[in-house]
């Protein structure tokens, strides 16, 4: 669902609702964290043709922080500010911070995805590496549903 509605962090299977449709995914306990946040990456990307498949993507985006640092001791399993980086949330916050200027596109809990690149670099990330496993992420999430679109194309 949208804006962090529908998210449950459980301990087992067992809580989660047979009666609903639910995606189920494995809970990262050790995430890469910048400045003791989680994060998430918006990119996107451009589907133009799928026969030959064309795809395209743009070099800007955005990275969003959860506004509370991580822990990842149990009791705080239900911290939506720890453990979510939807804006509509954490705006919410008292620790949110917004930015105010194109200038300092890495401050606040929304940056723009060149100046989390620009981080990244700063911490000799090798971008290169970087690029590729994000590039291999779309290609196969596009490839997994690339029947279904070419039948609804049709």
């Known amino acids: 669902m949208s804006r962090g509605r529908g998210i449950y962090i459980v301990s087992d299977v067992s809580e989660i609702s047979l ?3 639910s995606v189920v995914s494995k809970y990262i306990s050790n995430p890469l964290l910048i ?3 989680k994060f998430d990456l918006r990119i996107y990307v451009l589907v133009t043709c799928i026969d030959p498949l064309r ?3 743009f070099k800007e985006g955005l990275a969003r922080f959860a506004t509370h640092e991580y822990n990842s001791s149990a009791d705080v399993k239900s911290d939506k500010f720890m453990h979510l980086t939807n804006y509509s949330i954490n705006k919410k916050s008292s620790a949110f911070v917004q930015s105010n200027s194109l200038e300092n596109d890495d401050s606040g809990f929304k940056w723009s995805l060149s100046a989390f690149c620009n981080h990244l670099e700063l911490i000799h990330t090798d971008m ?3 690029w590729s496993r994000i590039y291999d992420v779309i290609i196969k999430s596009i490839i997994s549903s690339e029947d279904i679109m070419f039948q609804a194309s049709k």
């Open 55 to 57: 795809i395209y993507v």
């Open 128 to 130: 290169e590496l970087f």
């Open 19 to 21: 009666e609903e449709v």
């Open 35 to 37: 400045n003791g946040h």
